[in-house]
């Protein structure tokens, strides 16, 4: 009985209706917590707070459902976003009027939205990628701070005089730096110290080409590398974990290499009519 009603609850979990279903109420709850920034009547207060309930309890349902789905319960707590889940969820049920747990359990259901990611396997894969890349990306970090803070304490010497609102020191100037960086009316501060420093224009060219073009192009590329890594291994995962899905794309593997091999012998099989053909020329 138990068993039949874990694959049961397996079939519902893994059902792409009922993930959709799951999307939509996140969604709706993302616009549930969105509308209580506006003032409201008293009707649509009640409103939000019925729906929020019936929100909570959904969310707990489907976290029961799961889990229970899960053969090995164990298993369940292995994985981070599950954990991150059930937080939520428990969280949630929190009762917020009056409570001096108020504002959290109000910030803990903003953060239900996030459980999109765990609902959706693509966004998994972008979010994992991320943090995956986060300990190669330390060292680019590290690299871009060292020319940040040379560059910094030069413009601080060189600078300050000129305005000792953006130069005055190292930090001010690190900041000014960042707004260099990212082109939010960078012109206006090479333009104030051009005026005094004829050749500054070099200053900002070189920083912006370390810091804006070489250094964000090798962040990238770390990203996409151990995303393209991370989709290969959930592939992998998948394959293994449905053996049939694994059978198909053999199959299709097997179809494809039979395919490209019919297209050699047809190709080989051309230039070999040519080279009959160009003898017979030549013989005649």
């Given at each position: 009985?138990?068993?039949?009603?874990?694959?049961?609850?397996?079939?519902?979990?893994?059902?792409?209706?009922?993930?959709?279903?799951?999307?939509?109420?996140?969604?709706?709850?993302?616009?549930?917590?969105?509308?209580?920034?506006?003032?409201?009547?008293?009707?649509?207060?009640?409103?939000?707070k019925i729906m929020d309930r019936a929100i909570t309890i959904f969310f707990l349902f489907e976290?029961?459902?799961?889990?229970?789905?899960?053969?090995?319960?164990?298993?369940?707590?292995?994985?981070?976003?599950?954990?991150?889940?059930?937080?939520?969820?428990?969280?949630?049920?929190?009762?917020?009027?009056?409570?001096?747990?108020?504002?959290?359990?109000?910030?803990?259901?903003?953060?239900?939205?996030?459980?999109?990611?765990?609902?959706?396997?693509?966004?998994?894969?972008?979010?994992?990628?991320?943090?995956?890349?986060?300990?190669?990306?330390?060292?680019?970090?590290?690299?871009?701070?060292?020319?940040?803070?040379?560059?910094?304490?030069?413009?601080?010497?060189?600078?300050?005089?000129?305005?000792?609102?953006?130069?005055?020191?190292?930090?001010?100037?690190?900041?000014?730096?960042?707004?260099?960086?990212?082109?939010?009316?960078?012109?206006?501060?090479?333009?104030?110290?051009?005026?005094?420093?004829?050749?500054?224009?070099?200053?900002?060219?070189?920083?912006?080409?370390?810091?804006?073009?070489?250094?964000?192009?090798?962040?990238?590329?770390?990203?996409?590398?151990?995303?393209?890594?991370?989709?290969?291994?959930?592939?992998?995962?998948?394959?293994?974990?449905?053996?049939?899905?694994?059978?198909?794309?053999?199959?299709?593997?097997?179809?494809?290499?039979?395919?490209?091999?019919?297209?050699?012998?047809?190709?080989?099989?051309?230039?070999?009519?040519?080279?009959?053909?160009?003898?017979?020329?030549?013989?005649?």
């Amino acid at each position: 009985m138990y068993s039949n009603i874990v694959s049961a609850l397996s079939r519902l979990r893994h059902n792409r209706v009922f993930e959709i279903v799951v999307i939509t109420v996140i969604i709706i709850s993302a616009l549930e917590i969105g509308a209580k920034t506006f003032p409201l009547s008293d009707s649509a207060v009640f409103v939000t707070k019925i729906m929020d309930r019936a929100i909570t309890i959904f969310f707990l349902f489907e976290i029961l459902i799961r889990f229970i789905a899960e053969p090995r319960k164990k298993d369940f707590f292995k994985s981070g976003w599950n954990i991150f889940d059930t937080l939520v969820v428990v969280i949630s049920l929190i009762p917020i009027n009056e409570s001096e747990m108020a504002l959290l359990a109000r910030l803990i259901r903003v953060f239900r939205v996030l459980r999109m990611i765990s609902i959706i396997p693509e966004l998994r894969v972008l979010i994992n990628s991320l943090l995956k890349a986060m300990p190669q990306m330390g060292y680019v970090v590290l690299l871009m701070f060292i020319i940040f803070y040379i560059y910094a304490a030069i413009g601080s010497y060189l600078f300050a005089p000129i305005n000792e609102v953006l130069w005055g020191n190292i930090a001010i100037s690190m900041l000014t730096l960042f707004r260099v960086m990212t082109f939010e009316d960078w012109t206006d501060v090479m333009y104030e110290t051009q005026a005094v420093y004829g050749f500054s224009w070099i200053y900002y060219m070189t920083f912006i080409f370390l810091t804006a073009f070489a250094f964000l192009n090798m962040v990238i590329g770390i990203v996409i590398n151990v995303m393209e890594q991370e989709q290969r291994e959930a592939r992998e995962r998948e394959l293994a974990a449905d053996p049939e899905k694994q059978d198909i794309s053999n199959r299709e593997v097997n179809a494809e290499l039979h395919a490209q091999i019919d297209e050699l012998q047809s190709e080989i099989a051309e230039i070999k009519a040519l080279i009959v053909a160009n003898r017979r020329e030549t013989k005649t």
